[in-house]
């Protein structure tokens, strides 16, 4: 009798929702985390590029500048040696996978791109509990287009490959301490 009072219980307790049910609920507890897939740490990109966020969840909150100026928001583009924020845009199809793209052009130099855990929180509440920062190299792809063009020239015109070479290298050299103009670029790397 006892056995069957038991089995019975078991039934009306599966039946009233108690059972088997909150066995397969999964509880979510665990905070997002990101990563930042492009540009990738100490890398070198030709050009003004889009950057590229990955959430481990669908996120909400993020925010950048939209002018130039102090920092502000949770996406933060700036030089790595300081100064103003430049502004951004940002945009997600899955809330997962967001697109950092900044405006204008960027000039040749380091940057430095940060996530900042204000106010990033998945969609049952629970905030970003680390951020992530890159740093990156900008360089000029007409640079690089212009100085292979003038080693090639200067091997046509019968100069010595590793003398062309350290010309190349001269000018790519120069590219990043001079003011992006080619006019100033070259004449400086036949003067250094």
């Known amino acids: 009798m006892k056995l069957i009072k038991l089995i019975?219980?078991?039934?009306?307790?599966?039946c009233a929702g108690g059972g088997s049910e909150r066995i397969d609920e999964e509880v979510e507890s665990t905070a997002p985390t990101v990563s930042i897939t492009s540009p990738s740490d100490n890398g070198t990109l030709l050009g003004t590029s889009t950057?590229?966020?990955?959430?481990?969840?669908?996120?909400?909150?993020?925010?950048?500048n939209s002018l130039l100026g102090a920092c502000g928001g949770n996406v933060q583009l700036t030089s790595s040696v300081g100064g103003s924020c430049h502004p951004l845009t940002i945009?997600?199809?899955?809330?997962?996978?967001?697109?950092?793209?900044?405006?204008?052009t960027l000039t040749?130099?380091?940057?430095?791109?940060?996530?900042?855990?204000s106010?990033?929180?998945?969609?049952?509440?629970?905030?970003?509990?680390?951020?992530?920062?890159?740093?990156f190299q900008i360089s000029d792809n007409t640079t690089f287009?212009?100085?292979?063009?003038?080693?090639?020239?200067?091997?046509?015109?019968n100069f010595d490959s590793s003398f062309?070479?350290?010309?190349?290298?001269?000018?790519?050299?120069?590219?990043?301490?001079?003011?992006n103009d080619l006019l100033y670029v070259i004449?400086?790397?036949?003067e250094g």
């Not at 004449?187 to 036949?190: L, N, R, S, V, W």
Request: aromatic residues 6%; glycine residues 8%.
């Open 119 to 135: 106010e990033i929180a998945d969609l049952e509440g629970y905030s970003l509990m680390e951020g992530k920062s890159v740093i």
């Open 51 to 64: 950057y590229q966020l990955e959430f481990s969840e669908k996120v909400n909150g993020l925010s950048g």
């Open 91 to 104: 945009s997600s199809t899955d809330n997962v996978t967001y697109l950092i793209d900044p405006e204008g």
């Open 164 to 179: 062309a070479l350290a010309v190349k290298n001269a000018a790519i050299e120069m590219s990043s301490q001079e003011p």
């Open 145 to 157: 287009v212009i100085s292979n063009e003038l080693e090639s020239k200067l091997v046509a015109e």
């Open 187 to 190: 004449p400086a790397a036949f």
């Open 8 to 14: 019975l219980l078991l039934i009306l307790a599966g």
């Open 108 to 117: 040749v130099g380091e940057y430095q791109l940060s996530v900042l855990t």
